[in-house]
């Protein structure tokens, strides 16, 4: 409950920067994205990261590798079944939440890690 109103709250966010939704909670085999938009020519897949305490490290730290090498392989999934591999630019971003001097801070971090082969 607590991620699917952090999704939303991020989702909100970026439609209000004009980013349009194209899918939210996108699943296949390979992951999830949260969430798929569209930016002008761009269709960007977002991670949502939220975080009520950072005693471990902030929201956007807990996005590992791991993580990254499964959007990368979902994100292509996608791509591939709407036949847009090679016909739009993708980036990756990350909507990180987390507490910062007692209140709930949004960070929007564009392109916050490259793909060289997508």
């Not at 996005?63 to 090498?69: F, G, M, S």
């Not at 990368?72 to 036949?83: M, P, R, V, Y």
Request: charge should be positive.
């Amino acid at each position: 409950e607590i991620g699917k109103h952090a999704e939303n709250t991020a989702c909100q966010f970026l439609q209000s920067k004009g980013l349009k939704l194209l899918e939210q909670n996108f699943r296949c085999r390979y992951g999830e994205v949260d969430l798929i938009m569209r930016d002008q020519d761009d269709i960007v897949f977002v991670e949502v990261r939220y975080r009520h305490r950072t005693d471990y490290g902030n929201a956007f730290e807990s996005v590992n590798q791991r993580k990254i090498d499964k959007l990368i392989k979902t994100a292509k999934f996608f791509l591939q079944s709407k036949e847009w591999l090679y016909n739009f630019s993708s980036r990756f971003d990350v909507v990180a939440i987390h507490p910062i001097n007692g209140n709930m801070q949004l960070d929007w971090i564009r392109n916050a890690f490259s793909v060289n082969n997508l």
